[in-house]
């Protein structure tokens, strides 16, 4: 039998995952729900794990207990946030003219007295185009029933995916395992263990950030009066996972908000939006200086240029969802960028691996503004 030489082998496994990245590229759409699976089934392992090993489960009834487990809380959250979701939407539909009007009118009122009247007929201009934004509205009813078809056929692919995901994951992992040259096995499968750490905390961290800011911004909206709290508090929750850019929009979404809706207690309109922005400052440093530090742990050192860089070159390739494994994936590419650089060098690249991830519980000292993103949690 002719073997392959090691330039054949290697040839051919660079020509397959140069094929594999083509058809990813290519089949984003269809390859969308199979990645969103993979991220929660990532989430949800050690669950299936610590069922399987404490109880006398099998595989297939540790994630059958998760997947119903999950299924109860997808669709039983959705009976309870689902009417008030639509309750707030509805009602944003309805006020939205009133509210562009409101906040372009302040904003105009605002200009006059700081000396920039000329500025008046540019943000006023469009204060009476409430009915095209009705209009706008109704012409996007076809293209939204089209897209909710789309996405109910995704949301059926990705619970099938996930589902086997949960019962076949150590055999996907054994079959990676196999995949490794058995020469080079004794290093590659404790770089995947490091990197397999990485993103396990990273995740776990971006959730528990989720549900955080999520609350305490409903509760501050609520106190502040301000109309859809819900909705935006669950937006800025969202928002979170995306670094730099998403905490910004979210705020900047609530101000908008706020500043088309009359104030309470007597403010003026510029100082009720000013304390809402105030509060989303406060909750940001908050979490930079305690949550994260505290309950999460250190975060990989990214540069925010690398990680503006990745988030648009993600959000370019793959649309949302690249925006939001961007991240994740640049934190990972440094791991593997360290490991390769050691070995170019003929060093030891574990020492400095372990460096990385051995500093989760410093607290953080470097100023936000430079603060490198990728959160971890405590081990």
């Not at 562009?100 to 200009?111: F, H, R």
């Not at 991240?327 to 574990?350: E, G, H, M, N, W």
């Amino acid at each position: 039998m002719a073997r392959w030489s090691g330039t054949t082998k290697r040839l051919v496994v660079a020509l397959l995952l140069i094929g594999a990245i083509y058809v990813v590229y290519r089949a984003g759409d269809i390859v969308r729900p199979f990645v969103w699976a993979a991220v929660l089934s990532y989430v949800l392992l050690p669950v299936v794990g610590f069922l399987e090993r404490r109880l006398p489960m099998r595989r297939t009834l540790a994630a059958a207990v998760v997947f119903l487990a999950l299924l109860a809380f997808i669709f039983g959250g959705g009976r309870l946030l689902a009417p008030v979701i639509v309750d707030q939407v509805r009602e944003l539909q309805r006020t939205l003219p009133s509210l562009l009007a409101n906040a372009q009118s302040t904003l105009a009122e605002t200009a006059d007295q700081v000396g920039l009247a000329d500025l008046d007929e540019l943000l006023l201009n469009n204060v009476s185009g409430g009915g095209d934004v009705g209009q706008a509205i109704a012409r996007t009813a076809v293209p939204f029933v089209v897209g909710l078809g789309r996405f109910l056929l995704e949301f059926l692919v990705f619970l099938i995916a996930t589902f086997f995901f949960l019962r076949d994951a150590p055999r996907l992992f054994d079959w990676i395992r196999r995949l490794i040259p058995s020469s080079q096995r004794a290093e590659i499968v404790p770089l995947l263990g490091e990197v397999n750490a990485l993103l396990g905390r990273y995740v776990r961290g971006q959730l528990f950030l989720v549900l955080v800011m999520w609350t305490t911004t409903f509760i501050g909206l609520t106190i502040l009066q301000v109309p859809f709290s819900f909705l935006l508090g669950m937006t800025t929750g969202v928002l979170e996972v995306i670094p730099i850019v998403g905490p910004i929009t979210a705020g900047a979404i609530a101000c908008l908000v706020a500043l088309g809706h009359p104030a309470p207690w007597g403010m003026s309109q510029i100082v009720y939006v000013a304390v809402v922005a105030i509060m989303y400052t406060v909750l940001r440093h908050a979490e930079d200086y305690f949550v994260i530090p505290f309950v999460i742990g250190r975060i990989v050192r990214l540069h925010p240029a690398v990680v503006i860089f990745s988030l648009l070159s993600g959000g370019a390739l793959f649309g949302l969802l690249g925006v939001f494994v961007a991240v994740p994936f640049a934190a990972t590419l440094r791991l593997v960028l360290i490991y390769i650089s050691a070995k170019l060098r003929d060093q030891d690249p574990f020492p400095k691996l372990e460096e990385e991830l051995a500093s989760v519980h410093e607290p953080v000292s470097e100023h936000p503004a430079a603060r490198p993103v990728g959160r971890r949690a405590h081990s």
